[in-house]
């Protein structure tokens, strides 16, 4: 079956470290990769995408995410925290044609620390 | 350029009542798309559609109804509130893709239902 796993649910870094946010799916085929932000009482923003082009992505406020395919990963990293990083994050899976219908994983809260 | 709006923002429900969840965007996107957002759950598709006329259920449609009249208009209606329709309800719109091509989903600020 068709699916995609956020390893840590909650994930505490302080400010100006390394952020790692864990996003594995289960395919047969390299579907389509999103990783969205939700900050409190919001709705969902796209940080970035991969659609093939490039196993390395970046994205907006200075995340980027690499896709690998051996390990059916796209884990998200951002090299140095910031307060205003705080916010839960999304991995999204689409496994159809087009990218448009998405599968979420369960969301890592990301607490940033002073 | 307001987006993707939703209407209302809170809503609170007895069980058994019925209401509709209003939905609009003004990108002339053809998908649209209903997601609802639990905790420890993500967010799972109730309905989506991907033009006016053509309306397909998601991982979660049972209780919802949906329809897709005009383009830019995708309301989702709860039929008779169950308090475990108790939720955060997330409208999106994107551009259909195709091949390598696909399209950032702009989402709505969401709304906010608790069924007593």
């Known amino acids: 079956a068709q699916s995609v796993t956020q390893l840590g649910s909650h994930v505490s870094v302080s400010e100006g470290a390394l952020v790692l946010l864990r996003c594995n799916y289960s395919?047969?085929?390299?579907?389509?990769l999103f990783w969205y932000v939700q900050y409190p009482n919001q709705g969902l923003q796209l940080l970035l995408k991969y659609t093939s082009a490039a196993t390395l992505v970046k994205g907006i406020n200075g995340f980027e995410a690499e896709f690998k395919k051996s390990e059916t990963s796209f884990h998200l990293t951002k090299p140095s925290a910031h307060m205003s990083d705080a916010a839960e994050y999304f991995c999204?899976?689409?496994?159809?044609?087009?990218?448009?219908?998405?599968?979420f994983g369960t969301g890592t809260q990301l607490k940033v620390e002073l | 350029n307001a987006g993707v709006t939703q209407t209302p923002k809170f809503q609170v429900l007895k069980t058994g009542q019925s209401m509709t969840l209003q939905c609009a965007q003004d990108m002339n996107h053809e998908y649209m798309s209903w997601y609802r957002q639990d905790p420890g759950m993500g967010l799972r598709l109730i309905h989506y559609?991907?033009?006016?006329?053509?309306?397909d259920q998601g991982e979660v449609p049972n209780g919802y109804n949906v329809s897709r009249s005009t383009t830019e208009d995708f309301p989702l209606r709860l039929l008779s509130a169950a308090p475990s329709q108790t939720s955060v309800y997330f409208c999106a719109s994107s551009s259909i893709g195709g091949g390598q091509e696909t399209y950032e989903q702009y989402f709505g600020p969401g709304t906010r239902l608790t069924v007593t």
């Open positions: 559609s991907v033009g006016a006329g053509i309306t």
């Open positions: 395919s047969s085929v390299p579907p389509y």
């Open positions: 999204a899976v689409s496994f159809t044609g087009g990218g448009n219908k998405l599968t």
